[in-house]
């Protein structure tokens, strides 16, 4: 029989097992060793896994180009340049567009709906300068023609299922026709586009774009409160003054990106 361990008597009888010690140092540097290049290898995996990319930004300012609002629009071809480098400092893409509208009782010698669809921050500018106030009849607008052009006439990502992040400003002093929203004028039983609040949002929320809505005069309070109610994603703000709104848009846009 082989003993492979030592053995030593103590007494009579009385065998005491004395295992070999093992000589960890060699063994033990070997193991530390692995575990290092382990890490290393580890740390240049991750270093050179793709980072996660930020969405782009496509922007839709949806203003209400009647004669109030003169001085807005004057900043909204400033504010396009503003919002275009806080994108760029964000390090995504950015591309903007333009829906401005007037009223129904304009359609017939100016327009009802004007649309930039998104493009450089350059072509924005230029339609942008091209845009003045006119117009505007009775109280409330043509809101509802405006946002549906929003939807529809605008080439959002989505649409080419492709990831972005789209918002729309809307920027405006007046609400639609129709006396639920609170203000009196030709077409109290609603617009005359026969758009409802309910199809609008239905619309609106089936594209997943983010609604901003900047209120230039509290005559627009209930009908954010019913925008408020409908749209999926709503936030807004009220303007004070037509040099508050760059600030506001930016503000705006940085809450976007941080809710991503």
Known sequence: MCI???VSIV???????????????????????????EMINESEIRS???????KDVDVVICI???SSMGPFIMQCKEAIEVLSKKIEESERKGRFGIVAYRDHCDADYTFLTKVCDLTTVQNAEEF??????????????AVFDG?????????????????????????????????????????DDGCPCKMTMKLLSKMLNKTRIHYKLLKCSNSVDRMSDIFQRHFKFFDSRSISSP???????????????SSE
């Open 11 to 37: 007494a009579k009888n009385e065998v005491k097992i004395i295992k070999p010690k093992r000589n960890f140092s060699e063994e033990d540097s070997k193991q530390n060793d692995l575990s290092s290049n």
């Open 64 to 66: 209400d180009a009647t």
């Open 147 to 187: 946002l549906v052009d929003v939807i529809e006439k605008i080439s959002w990502k989505s649409k080419e299922n492709k990831g972005s992040s789209q918002i729309v400003f809307h920027i405006c002093d007046a609400p639609p026709h129709g006396s639920v929203f609170g203000a009196r004028g030709l077409y």
């Open 128 to 141: 942008l300068g091209g845009l003045s106030a006119s117009g505007g009849g009775d109280f409330p607008e």
């Open 243 to 257: 040099e508050s709104l760059i600030p506001s848009l930016l503000s705006m846009l940085v809450a976007d990106f």
């Open 4 to 6: 492979r361990d030592s």
């Open 48 to 54: 050179l896994q793709p980072k996660e990319q930020k």
